[in-house]
Nanobody, 128 residues
Framework: QVHLVESGGGAVQAGGSLRLSCDAS??????????MGWFRQAPEMEREGIAV???????DYAESVKGRFIISRDNAKNTHDLQMSGLKPEDTATYYC????????????????????WGQGTQVTVSP
């Protein structure tokens, strides 16, 4: 079993930056091999996959955040982060980290059902 905890959310003005972190604990012996993602969900909206990073460090992003957000991982610390810059009011949402307990990040990485474990979420609010 794996437990994921997000941190770093908060309120910021448009154009600002935030860095989210996701700490994994529990059965993390193979953490470095797994595919890790970030999702977000705004009120009355579906959960949206926005970034993914594979065991090899390869990344992919949703078009809505490409060029503004950067996903990274530190396998020694069992963490993966999301650096968010150029924030917009439409980025306001609850952000979730997720783990896929497989090496391969599939083409459908932005779908919620691609992942096995989830954090509890952290709120990001961007004011105009």
């Amino acid at each position: 079993q794996v437990h994921l905890v997000e941190s770093g959310g908060g309120a910021v003005q448009a154009g600002g930056s935030l860095r989210l972190s996701c700490d994994a604990s529990g059965d993390t012996s193979n953490y470095r091999y797994y595919c890790m993602g970030w999702f977000r969900q705004a009120p009355e909206m579906e959960r949206e996959g926005i970034a993914v990073i594979g065991h090899d460090g390869r990344t992919d992003y949703a078009e809505s955040v490409k060029g503004r957000f950067i996903i990274s991982r530190d396998n020694a610390k069992n963490t993966h982060d999301l650096q968010m810059s150029g924030l917009k009011p439409e980025d306001t949402a609850t952000y979730y980290c997720a783990m896929r307990r497989e090496t391969y990040c599939p083409g459908y990485w932005s779908r919620s059902d691609a992942y096995h474990y989830w954090g509890q979420g952290t709120q990001v609010t961007v004011s105009p």
